[in-house]
């Protein structure tokens, strides 16, 4: 989600995290409601079948990112930059202030959202289920990224000033990316929250943010893959080097460096060879 907007049109939002929390905490407050049979301010029932639940969380996650990205796009830049993290964090204080869901301690639920045929608690069945989702989102950007709209966005991110000249606004298309962009995080957001049947408010931190973006640069912005590559490399390493001292960021920070410095392209840029090209 976020390789559309920095890779593919050259926005480099830092408040991805707010899209993605926003997402888990449909999950979680819908699974709330559900469990004690109250409506979500009085009119909203419960819901844990994922039928119901992700659509709303996609919903919820996407007029987040319109509301946002329809403030933050009249800026570039640093502006832009600091504007979507003041968003995200005024969503973070905002969840961590609701103590009816569980402030600071954070929302739990005892099942994940039910699916045809696969149980609850089949962890097995669920990875299949995430693994679909981001099969479907990549042939998804796949696609965009080829057509007329994926080539507005490209022109937008090497000179915006041309495509103006041109007759094209920007605006209105920086914008729907984002809202785009937005939706698919806050379905990876219900993923998330489906994983560990719990979501607090360290799912919309800035630090989060940051952990997409390194995602993203590591694996190789606008190679689509690449991010991918990225996420896995980042959780591998984080994984491994804590094993070996808990001061594992220091070490962390040099390999990073190296990664980025020793290919332009990332992960996808060192074994995609002429391909990531």
């Known amino acids: 989600a976020l390789d559309l907007l920095l890779g593919h049109t050259g926005l480099p939002s830092f408040g991805h995290a707010g899209f993605f929390g926003l997402g888990g905490y449909v999950v979680g407050i819908l699974a709330f409601h559900a469990a004690d049979g109250s409506r979500f301010l009085g009119l909203i029932p419960?819901?844990?079948?994922?039928?119901?639940?992700?659509?709303?969380?996609?919903?919820?996650?996407?007029?987040?990112?319109?509301?946002?990205?329809?403030?933050?796009?009249?800026t570039s830049?640093?502006?832009?930059?600091?504007?979507?993290?003041?968003?995200?964090?005024?969503l973070f204080f905002l969840f961590v202030s609701l103590k009816f869901y569980g402030g600071d301690d954070g929302l739990g639920f005892r099942t994940r959202n039910t699916l045809p045929g696969i149980a609850p608690r089949d962890n097995t069945g669920f990875y299949y289920v995430c693994l679909a989702a981001l099969l479907v989102v990549l042939a998804l950007f796949r696609r965009i990224a080829r057509s007329r709209f994926g080539r507005v966005l490209a022109g937008i991110r090497q000179n915006p000033r041309r495509i103006a000249a041109i007759g094209i606004s920007p605006y209105r298309y920086q914008l729907a990316a984002f809202v785009l962009?937005?939706?698919?995080?806050?379905?990876?957001?219900?993923?998330?929250?489906?994983?560990?049947?719990?979501?607090?408010?360290?799912?919309?931190?800035?630090?989060?943010?940051?952990?997409?973006?390194?995602?993203?640069?590591?694996?190789?912005?606008?190679?689509?893959?690449?991010?991918?590559?990225?996420?896995?490399?980042?959780?591998?390493?984080?994984?491994?080097?804590?094993?070996?001292?808990?001061?594992?960021?220091?070490?962390?920070?040099?390999?990073l460096v190296l990664v980025v410095l020793a290919a332009r392209r990332g992960i996808w840029g060192l074994v995609g060879g002429a391909g990531a090209r």
């Open 181 to 255: 962009s937005g939706a698919v995080a806050g379905l990876a957001g219900a993923l998330y929250a489906n994983l560990l049947r719990f979501i607090s408010p360290d799912a919309l931190d800035w630090t989060l943010s940051g952990e997409f973006m390194v995602m993203v640069v590591l694996g190789g912005a606008g190679t689509l893959i690449g991010p991918v590559l990225g996420a896995a490399a980042l959780v591998l390493l984080q994984a491994v080097l804590s094993q070996w001292t808990e001061h594992w960021m220091i070490v962390m920070g040099p390999v």
């Open 46 to 74: 419960g819901a844990t079948a994922a039928w119901v639940v992700w659509p709303a969380a996609i919903l919820v996650a996407s007029l987040a990112a319109l509301a946002i990205g329809a403030l933050s796009l009249r």
């Open 77 to 90: 830049g640093v502006s832009f930059i600091m504007i979507t993290l003041a968003f995200a964090q005024m």
